[in-house]
């Protein structure tokens, strides 16, 4: 079945890194996605990764993939106040091009 | 010049009534969407086109009914409104295979 999961918050302070966490459990994934979503704005595709890659670097963005855990995270090197919105991983199983969306992580930015 | 618009951004109407969302798209995508995100900020996919054929039709009550006149547009019609269909529905569009979506804006739907 499809079920992504995500922690629901997360706070750092301005200059940390942050690290967001995702799990799914549909092991035909072909591709994951993170998006951002600012208040009262849609999903802005941050970057994605293909399932037969274990890590991808987007200048402050960084990937990482555990198929054997299916375990993704997205780490963000210098995080900012800009940051603050809310991360949700997705899976693609190939399926009409369907993505599943997991239940999105808060993140705050504190000065 | 945006990519994803939809109309209108905010609607706010009574139980009972019927009303659309409008959705088009410059980008060129052959495949069409419309998500519902609710309080929780959970999304759910609800329909999707492709070259004007309805692909994929989740679970959704049937009061909720697409269309896409062509492969630009698809809007959403929500026959009798209730309160649980009170949430913000987003429009995407994909150029088909594994290349992610670009989303519209949202449509804040508020029944009362």
């Known amino acids: 079945g499809e079920d992504v999961e995500q922690s629901l918050f997360l706070s750092v302070r301005e200059g940390d890194s942050s690290v967001i966490n995702c799990t799914y459990t549909?092991?035909?994934?072909?591709?994951l996605y993170w998006y951002k979503q600012e208040p009262g704005a849609g999903l802005q595709l941050l970057t994605y990764i293909f399932s037969n890659m274990d890590m991808k670097q987007d200048q402050r963005l960084t990937v990482l993939l555990n198929k054997k855990d299916k375990h993704l995270s997205l780490r963000i090197a210098d995080t900012q106040t800009g940051d603050s919105a809310i991360y949700f991983c997705a899976e693609s199983t190939g399926t009409a091009s369907k993505l599943t969306f997991g239940t999105g992580t808060r993140l705050q930015v504190t000065l | 010049d945006t990519a994803v618009s939809q109309t209108p951004k905010y609607l706010v109407t009574q139980m009972g009534n019927d009303k659309s969302i409008k959705c088009e798209q410059n980008?060129?995508?052959?495949?069409m969407y419309w998500y519902k995100q609710d309080s929780k900020k959970f999304l759910k996919i609800m329909f999707s086109?492709?070259?004007?054929?309805?692909?994929i039709n989740e679970t959704v009550p049937n009061r909720f009914s697409p269309k896409s006149p062509d492969k630009a547009h698809l809007n959403l019609h929500i026959n009798s409104l209730e309160l649980g269909d009170s949430a913000v529905y987003f429009c995407?569009?994909?150029?088909?295979?594994?290349?992610?979506?670009?989303f519209g804006s949202g449509t804040r739907l508020t029944v009362v």
């Open positions: 086109y492709n070259n004007k054929e309805l692909i």
């Open positions: 980008l060129g995508h052959d495949t």
């Open positions: 549909d092991s035909s994934s072909t591709y």
């Open positions: 995407a569009s994909s150029r088909g295979g594994n290349y992610g979506y670009t």
